[in-house]
């Protein structure tokens, strides 16, 4: 079985958000990078198929240079090979066509992005390339088993889950759920040593379509101080006459 | 070049995320001179939508869309926008309209933007502000498409009423069989679900143990609210997985969110930020969260708690 994990490099969940001095970029200055959380839980899995059925993981990123940091970091966890699509993220659309080009080209049994991204967070990418691709797709996908070209999936919905059926080939939108947080793999000496060695290519694609553009950032107006209260009348009080929201 | 409607329901009733969102495309169409068409997948006679500001229903019902399938939801949904010429179509952020959006803008090559938080900036081009850095940050995009896709954030705007009479018209649509198949659902049929809560009660590991739940759960059922947790909460196996928020869990956007016990890690806070009110109580005044918070007691969880379920209980009966 080919898997391919998109991986999407993000700015660490405590990092301070800050933009450029005429706010249309996100100042990268002293943040830390990381695979999005979302991703890992599907590349730990995608591990897990490796080593119970058998799969070669490759491992994908729409970016510049700077994100190959984080593909090696991929690859010490355990992917085979990494590819970087040699253009800027600039949106959901031209992030989805350039994966796709990738998913086509290499012909994937399964595809794992992650359900959505802490930076930007549009959801849109695993469905759209599914889409392009003509894959079946599963979003929110808690728990994945395929036996064959059969898969038998987990969604997780509004107030429960559901138990579905499909076929190979497939692009799920994945989260934690997938495996749990304490079976991520984390990457150890042996894996770095060999990432650096492991391929990772950079190709370019034609697509680079965006749909949409940011003209600006704003931050939220800095937040006032706490309301503390001593006991739940006065709470209540002021959530009923104050907040509203009672 | 109408506003069309993705007016989602569940078992027949159109909730009040649907009733936000035809209200928020009234009020597009009316800046855009045009027209709002709810499409629907289930029996709209009894919902009265005109009265949100729907000027006309399509409705697409037919037996292979009485389950939500989102392949067959996007394709039905773009036999109705082409049909309609519709210039815009609006969706909801609910789990079956992100599964559903992507092979919406796909299939009719739109842009779309989700989680956006007010009207349109301005209208040529279309330009929306949404939430990004997970609600640290606003974004304004401006759509460079010839169909455009808004994906609303829940309780960022609210229902409004119009004296509209919307006519019903039903639409047929040719569906080819889904690549995926729901076998089975499981729902926890009787609680108030996070995504739709008005009112979020949520426990952290102040509470000691999963023993001590029942007051929360008490907390939960006097306010009608859905009862959460967080995450070392749900890792310790003390609550269910689905009660989990946080950034690796579910998100919130209700109006008022209570954090019981929970010191307010980062992740905890990027999945909560978008409700509108939120209540600390916790022993620790140093706890992070009484610095995200708009309220707040520095107590007993075992004390003000059951204090609170009490002094609820009198002001419903006074308030009755």
């Known amino acids: ?246 | 070049m109408p506003i069309l409607v993705y007016a989602e329901s569940d078992q027949g009733i159109f909730k009040k995320i649907t009733q936000e969102l035809i209200s928020f495309a009234r009020a597009i169409a009316d800046q855009m001179n045009t027209e709002v068409v709810a499409a629907v997948t289930q029996d709209p006679s009894n919902a009265n939508l005109g009265q949100f500001g729907a000027h006309k229903v399509l409705n697409l019902e037919q037996p292979s869309l009485s389950e939500f399938n989102a392949e067959l939801v996007a394709e039905a949904l773009t036999q109705a926008a082409r049909a309609t010429g519709a210039s815009t179509v609006i969706v909801s952020s609910s789990a079956n309209s992100r599964y559903m959006a992507p092979l919406l803008v796909v299939a009719l090559e739109a842009g779309y933007v989700p989680n956006v938080v007010g009207l349109p900036q301005s209208y040529t081009p279309l330009t929306v502000a949404h939430n990004v850095f997970t609600n640290k940050a606003t974004a304004f995009t401006s759509l460079q498409s010839s169909i455009s896709i808004l994906g609303l954030s829940k309780n960022a705007y609210g229902v409004h009423h119009y004296d509209t009479n919307a006519e019903i018209t039903k639409q047929e649509v040719t569906l080819s069989p889904s690549s995926v198949e729901v076998i089975s659902l499981d729902k926890a049929s009787n609680k108030v679900m996070i995504a739709d809560a008005e009112v979020v009660v949520s426990a952290g590991r102040g509470l000691k143990g999963p023993e001590n739940w029942g007051m929360i759960e008490e907390l939960a059922e006097v306010m009608g609210a859905a009862t959460a947790c967080s995450k070392p909460v749900s890792d310790l196996g003390w609550r269910p997985h689905s009660e989990h928020v946080g950034q690796t869990g579910k998100p919130v956007s209700s109006n008022l969110y209570i954090a019981i016990g929970i010191s307010g890690a980062i992740q905890h806070l990027a999945g909560i930020n978008s409700s509108k009110v939120k209540v600390v109580i916790n022993t620790d005044p140093e706890a992070p969260f009484f610095k995200a918070a708009d309220y707040g007691i520095v107590g007993d969880a075992f004390e003000v708690v059951p204090d609170l379920i009490q002094k609820l209980k009198e002001f419903k009966a006074q308030n009755a």
């Open chain 1, 1 to 246: 079985m080919k898997i391919l994990v998109c991986i999407s490099h993000v700015p660490d969940t405590t990092s301070k958000i800050n933009f450029n001095a005429d706010q249309t970029a996100f100042d990268t200055t002293g943040v830390q990078y990381v695979i999005n959380p979302n991703d890992e839980f599907g590349l730990t899995r995608a591990l897990w198929f490796k080593e119970k059925q058998g799969a070669t993981i490759h491992v994908v990123n729409v970016g510049g240079p700077e994100t190959e940091p984080t593909l090696r970091k991929a690859l010490a966890i355990g992917a085979d090979e990494a590819i970087r699509i040699n253009q800027p993220a600039t949106d959901g659309y031209s992030v989805a066509q350039a994966l796709a080009t990738v998913v086509q080209e290499g012909q994937y049994d399964l595809v794992i992005a992650g359900r959505e991204s802490i930076d930007y967070n549009g959801g849109m990418v695993p469905g759209m390339v599914a889409k392009i691709c003509g894959y079946a797709f599963v979003n929110t996908c808690i728990s994945i088993e395929i036996d064959g070209t059969t898969v038998t999936a987990v969604r997780e919905i509004d107030g429960g889950k559901e138990n579905l059926k499909t076929t190979l080939p497939l692009v799920i939108g994945g989260q934690k759920g997938l495996v749990e947080e304490s079976d991520l793999r984390i990457p150890n000496m042996r894996g770095i040593m060999q990432a650096r060695t492991k391929p990772l290519h950079v190709k370019q694609t034609e697509n680079s379509n965006t749909m949409s553009q940011t003209l600006r950032y704003e931050k939220p107006a800095p937040k006032q101080a706490v309301t503390l209260v001593e006991n739940a009348e006065q709470l209540i009080n002021l959530l009923h006459n104050e907040a509203k929201v009672i």
